[in-house]
């Protein structure tokens, strides 16, 4: 067994009297798309925030690469590890070109402290190529707002790569997009994975999840109910069927 990129063991999280999430454990290895499954308030955007460093864990131990996290985690610890996230509509400026938002807030500089527009541009090409932008309409110096869905994702993903993620965490990113944007956004995680980073893939649609994850991890009200390789799963109907068994099995309790 190979040690995993990242665990969460035994993480709980209460906002006040709300217990976000309780005892969770799950792991993330490296080069593997993991799809992260749950209805509405069921605890993905908490869990990914504890990822981020944007929340503190009330309880649990989080572990890197097989070693505990010491003294306490927090959004720089989170980025120096290579977690970058992608948060559903904060994740691009639409009225700057696709290079500035990869290079956003961390812009190639001379040793002036010049933005080296051409060396970024350069950069930028070689990224939408290694990602699979295959449109010749686009160059870098296209602005996001006159790209789709998909291609924004595609974006926000070559922005992580640039910058070796360990880890890309995706929020929800094919929700309302396309059956061909879609596949777009799957193209482009599997360039990532292709590039040796991991993938966390959010979403409420089983179906989506089901195409592109090598395993998936169930959340329910706060608690993972279940965790499958897809060679263990028949087909995207089953993975439905077993949610719904944890519903029920839920609503009982
Ligand atoms: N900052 C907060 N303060 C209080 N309660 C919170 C806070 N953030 C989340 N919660 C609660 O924690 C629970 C889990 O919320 P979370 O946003 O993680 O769910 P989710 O799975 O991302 O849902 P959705 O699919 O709707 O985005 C909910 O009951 C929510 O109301
Ligand atoms: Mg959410």
Redesign the pocket.
Known sequence: MSIPLIEFKNITKS??S?N?LTNVSFHINEHEIVGLI??????????IKILAGVHAPSSGEIWLRGRRIEGGWNVAKAHAAGIETVYQDRALAVQHTIASNIFMGREITSPLGLIRVRKQYEEAERLMREIGFTSRVFTPDSVIATLSGGERQGVAIARALYFEAELIVLDEPTTALSLIETQKVYNFMLAAKEKGSSVLFIS?NIYHAYDIADRFVI?DR?TVVMQADKSEIASAEQLVQHMKDFARAGHHA
Do not use: Y
Request: glycine fraction near 30%; aromatic fraction near 6%; charged fraction near 10%.
């Open positions: 906002f006040g709300v976000a749950g209805d509405n308030g069921a605890g993905k955007s908490t869990l409420h959340i706060g």
